[in-house]
């Protein structure tokens, strides 16, 4: 079975860039559309960004379009989100997962096999 792992979390200040990487094990990370979401304390998990099997395809939560940008390497099994401009709101942490059923991209129940997380804090 498929499992990933977050890194590249860390303490940014406000309109400053991150980027996070999800890498996979297993050999089936090709297989998978995949996915990034979001927690921030006292609030449910949410959609951040969507990218498809071949990564020609990417969605995004509304609140993010234009700042994130994502991208996957399935040679090297990993996943990308570039996160630039960062506000305090996007403090949270992070998460990547599968996408294992269904047709809605930004349902969190339609992914699997999710990460531990990693996290990020914008300051003011």
């Known amino acids: 079975q498929v499992q990933f792992l977050e890194s590249g979390g860390g303490l940014v200040q406000a309109g400053g860039s991150l980027r996070l990487s999800c890498a996979a094990s297993?050999?089936?990370?090709?297989?998978?559309?995949m996915g990034w979401f979001r927690q921030a304390p006292g609030k449910e998990r949410e959609f951040v960004a969507h990218?498809?099997?071949?990564?020609?395809?990417?969605y995004y939560a509304d609140s993010v379009k234009d700042r994130f940008t994502l991208s996957r390497d399935n040679a090297e099994a990993t996943m990308y989100l570039q996160m630039n401009s960062l506000k305090p709101e996007n403090t949270a942490v992070y998460y990547c997962a599968a996408k294992v059923r269904g047709s809605i991209v930004s349902s969190t129940s339609n992914y699997g096999a999710w990460g531990q997380g990693t996290q990020v804090t914008v300051s003011s």
């Open positions: 297993g050999r089936t990370f090709s297989s998978y559309d």
């Open positions: 990218i498809s099997r071949s990564g020609g395809k990417t």
